[in-house]
């Protein structure tokens, strides 16, 4: 037993304490992976910082670009007091019907992937074509699909319903931009469910089979369960995109109306800026929604965060 007791503590002597300085091994993989890091880091501080802190500069201004006068908060409190602004957030508010529609289509999609049904490989490269197309084609896409004189109207003159004008009514024009939201980021959302399939343990669905659990209870019961974090994930994505990615949708298909019914914060933050010749006024409101933006990841990380197992 001593020599036992004595030989731990050997070991525990011989372990590096925490305060302990590093090796010169140690020290030179640090410094290597410093210098792999460091042109991704001057990439991203050139490409959104830089142009993060100049926006908040610019916001202190009242400028068209050309002259400037510092105005301080002016610009903040004036657009915290316009009503446009808060009835252009409601705007945003109503996209977010689109995160449970591409939550629930990219979720089966992924789980008959998953399972390999007929013809899986070819459907997963062009359910992901979406995906890779930028919004201003999407939008020209359903613009066209959906014009009075489109494809749809086409069909429903076909089953002798009158043409309707999709761009014309807030509601109807709204839908679509939701349905081109819906058509063009489930095949993304599947993707990464997918990813978050395959870590399953494929016993577990062996011994369901063994038990007589059907398609549904194994989803329901096994496979959202155990991706619940993934879908999380993939359902903040897509609220973030809701308010900062919107503008080629809406700049090709509504350019904002009719009205301001359509016109979402990325799409004013466009307006204000270029076609009001306002770039304070632009800049101050990219920069609450920055802060919005923030505030939506940082209630993700508490949301998804678990709590650790209390073994005390």
């Keep these: 037993m001593s020599s036992s007791l004595a030989d731990g503590d050997d070991l525990a002597g011989a372990a590096p304490s925490r ?68 009835a252009v957030l409601l705007v945003n508010l109503q996209f977010l019907i689109a995160v449970p529609l591409v939550l629930v289509t990219a979720t089966l999609t992924a789980v008959l992937l998953y399972e390999k049904v007929l013809g899986w490989r070819a459907f997963r490269i062009v359910f992901f074509i979406p995906s890779v197309l930028s919004t201003a084609v999407i939008g020209l896409m359903f613009k066209s699909t959906f014009a009075f004189d489109g494809p749809v109207n086409k069909l429903v003159v076909a089953a002798g319903g009158m043409p309707v004008s999709f761009f014309s009514a ?94 979402t914060l990325d799409y004013l933050i466009y307006q204000k800026a270029f076609s009001s010749a306002d770039m304070g006024s632009g800049s101050a409101l990219a920069i609450l929604v920055f802060i919005l933006i923030g505030i939506l990841t940082v209630l993700q990380a508490l949301v998804s965060r678990e709590r650790e197992p209390n073994n005390g």
Excluded at 56 to 82: P, R, W
Excluded at 190 to 213: C, F
Excluded at 219 to 238: A, Y
Aim: no cysteine; charged share 10%.
């Design 170 to 263: 807030p509601t109807l024009a709204i839908a679509v931009i939701i349905l081109a939201l819906v058509w063009s980021g489930f095949g993304y959302g599947a993707l990464i469910i997918l990813a978050g399939l395959s870590a399953i343990d494929r016993e577990v669905y062996e011994a369901a089979d063994l038990d007589g659990a059907g398609w549904w209870q194994k989803l329901f019961f096994i496979t959202l369960p155990q991706i619940r974090r993934v879908l999380l994930f993939v359902s903040v994505i897509n609220v973030i995109y809701t308010f900062t990615s919107l503008f080629g949708f809406v700049y090709v298909m509504t350019a904002g109306g009719p009205g301001y019914s359509t016109t």
């Design 19 to 86: 305060g302990a300085p590093l090796s010169r091994g140690r020290r030179a993989e640090r410094r290597f992976a410093l210098l792999a890091v460091a042109p991704a880091a001057l990439l991203v501080f050139g490409l959104m910082l830089v142009p993060i802190f100049g926006a908040l500069g610019i916001s202190f201004f009242k400028t068209d670009g050309v002259t400037a006068d510092f105005v301080g908060l002016a610009n903040y409190v004036s657009l915290l007091t316009d009503p446009l602004v808060g």
